[in-house]
């Protein structure tokens, strides 16, 4: 499995980003895949997450309406597009495949990770 992030980059706050992830190794349109992030001297945290079809979606509260999860089956890349950015969104982004085709907002349904893409919102 190899999930590769990129997109990541400084945005000015109310600015917007788009991340994307490339999978290889597995069947991608298979399973759940989601968003996390991490903070400087704070744990992972679920950030969105999306079912093998795209039909279901989770959000986690802060980022609502703000971002939006969606992936290309037929290119095996998930993505994440983040508008009216903050700058509590400054974090490593990792993206991470799911143990099954079922959406889930909880870190241990998740057991390859990509090596992370950073984002910086800052003015």
């Known amino acids: 499995v190899q999930l590769v992030e990129s997109g990541g980059g400084l945005a000015q706050p109310g600015g917007s980003l788009r991340l994307s992830c490339a999978a290889s190794?597995?069947?991608?349109?298979?399973?759940?895949m989601g968003w996390f992030r991490q903070a400087p001297g704070k744990e992972r945290e679920f950030v969105a997450t999306?079912?093998?079809?795209?039909?279901?979606?989770y959000y986690t509260d802060s980022v609502k309406g703000r971002f939006t999860i969606s992936r290309d089956n037929a290119k095996n890349t998930l993505y994440l597009q983040m508008n009216s950015l903050k700058p509590e969104d400054t974090a490593l982004y990792y993206c991470?495949?799911?143990?099954?085709?079922?959406?889930?907002?909880?870190?241990?349904?998740?057991?390859?990770w990509g090596q992370g893409t950073q984002v910086t919102v800052s003015s």
């Open positions: 190794g597995f069947t991608f349109s298979r399973y759940a």
């Open positions: 999306i079912r093998w079809s795209g039909a279901i979606t």
């Open positions: 991470a495949k799911g143990v099954s085709d079922s959406a889930s907002t909880r870190i241990h349904n998740y057991n390859d």
